[in-house]
């Protein structure tokens, strides 16, 4: 390795921002460095450190939700790369992975285009020493005729707000035509069932505007359609059947073996040919690697374009690069199904690369194995209600959970990860805002 090693990491979510700021913290370059500002502990020698991503800010994906629905104030929650890498000792290039030669050991990244569709910046190479794959999954539509071209996604922060300034518009159609809003989302995952409780959520809070005079939360016709026998099949079967009683206690449609076989412009066909009537689609099911990595890379890939990795998160086919997080496959050994994408598992999977990576790049130390420790699983109805199971470890392990603990525990996810990334003290201050801003401004977004 040369003296100062590049480490280029691809994709700044849950992994791959905790990675580069970890990274960074402890053993970044002199990148932005100016005298006066505070040097972290710097024992291990150095690296060149660079994150690159599609997108100018980071947003933590498990709230997408909210924002598709406007229960949230996105210009809080978002954090500027630039910014953060500056502060953070590392290097931070915009740009979508377009393609990565493991032989010249270099990943090419996509032209810039303007919103105008104006070319800003051709295609750029990046040289690399070690190369982290971090670019996370979004939802498949396995080839079903119809998905791109009519339903939303929630995948990435413009794909939420893109679905909330649609549904603003069609909401104000429906009070000022005295119209129904029919919203159909497919799939009873994690990400479709939060999404059905938050836009119950901004309807209840929408119609207290005006003292309920437009009735707009009886105006939502909100039906779910999963294709299994049950929602939230990847939790146990009581947070499943809980979570389904709370969402129909809210007024939403439960469909259980809707197998679509089309989306139309009218809303989505099923299987057994009846169509579901919606005037908003929203496709939440199935999940597919991020990124453009093709067979060409040499790498073996999944069905679902995730990068198969050891049990340390390196590439059997290439030691020089990792992966971690949604868009990486580990099969623990001893375990027959690779770890579920999951912000816990990307987390966790960061932690571990920021501890043992130095000391593979500077002195050749493998990487141990990385072990999963499975600390439970919620998920969150908004205001109403949250679900859950704690882990496999200490005395309560496997206790289901609900209320209020179950929202606090879920809620203190989000902080844990803005504590990893800013510290207890910023995080604390970035909690005070958002009160205050609560206390003045509108709960939901308006316009
Ligand atoms: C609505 C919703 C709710 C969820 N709730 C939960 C929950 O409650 N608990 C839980 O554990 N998990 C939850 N998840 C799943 C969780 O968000 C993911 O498992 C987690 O974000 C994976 O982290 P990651 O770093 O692998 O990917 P991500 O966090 O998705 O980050 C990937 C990054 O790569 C960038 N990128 C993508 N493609 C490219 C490219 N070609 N070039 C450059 N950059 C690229 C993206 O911009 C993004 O910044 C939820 C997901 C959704 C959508």
């Known amino acids: 390795m040369p003296n100062a090693p590049r480490i280029l990491i691809v994709g700044g979510g849950v992994a791959g921002l905790t990675l580069a700021t970890h990274l960074g913290d402890h053993f970044g370059e002199h990148l932005g460095d100016h005298p006066g500002r505070h040097r972290p502990h710097r024992n291990q020698g150095h690296a060149e450190i660079t994150l690159v991503d599609r997108s100018p ?90 998905v791109m071209q009519h339903c939303h996604f929630i995948d990435s922060q413009a794909q939420a707000e893109r679905f909330n300034a649609v549904l603003r518009g069609r909401l104000l159609r429906s009070v000022v035509q005295d119209e129904t809003l029919r919203v159909a989302i497919v799939g009873g995952g994690a990400t479709g069932v939060e999404l059905a409780a938050e836009l119950c959520s901004m309807l209840d809070t929408a119609n207290s505007y005006g003292n309920g005079a437009s009735h707009i939360r009886e105006r939502l016709r909100l039906t779910l359609l999963e294709s299994g026998p049950r929602i939230l099949t990847a939790f146990p079967e009581h947070v499943s059947r809980s979570s389904a009683q709370q969402l129909q206690r809210l007024g939403v449609e439960l469909r259980m073996g809707a197998k679509v076989t089309a989306a139309e412009l009218e809303g989505f066909r099923l299987a057994d040919g009846s169509l579901v009537a919606a005037d908003l689609m929203v496709w939440a099911a199935g999940v597919v690697a991020e990124g453009t990595l093709g067979d060409d890379t040499g790498l073996p890939l999944t069905r679902s374009r995730q990068v198969v990795v050891g049990p340390n998160l390196q590439s059997p086919a290439d030691a020089h690069v990792f992966a971690l997080g949604d868009c990486a496959s580990l099969t623990p050994a001893g375990r027959d199904k690779p770890l579920p994408p999951t912000a816990q598992v990307a987390n966790q999977q960061a932690l571990h690369l920021a501890r043992h990576l130095p000391a593979w790049v500077l002195h050749g130390t493998p990487v141990p194995p990385f072990v999963f420790r499975d600390l439970g699983a919620l998920v969150s109805l908004s205001e109403y209600n949250a679900f859950g199971t704690l882990g496999k470890f200490g005395f309560l392990k496997g206790l289901f959970v609900q209320g209020t603990f179950a929202q606090l525990s879920h809620a203190w996810l989000y902080r844990k990860h803005q504590i990893g990334l800013h510290g207890v003290w910023h995080t604390f201050v970035m909690w005070l805002a958002e009160r205050l801003n609560r206390r003045v401004k509108p709960k939901i977004r308006l316009g």
């Open 57 to 146: 800010t980071h947003l933590w994906k498990p709230m997408l939700h909210t924002i598709a629905a406007g229960t949230w104030d996105v210009s809080q929650q978002q954090l500027s790369y630039v910014a953060h890498a500056s502060a953070h000792r590392f290097g931070y290039h915009i740009g979508g992975l377009a393609g990565v030669d493991t032989a010249l050991r270099q990943v090419t990244l996509a032209p810039l285009i303007g919103p105008d569709g104006v070319e800003l910046v051709g295609q750029r190479k990046l040289v690399y020493d070690v190369l982290v794959l971090a670019v996370g999954s979004r939802a498949n539509d396995f080839g079903t005729p119809g």
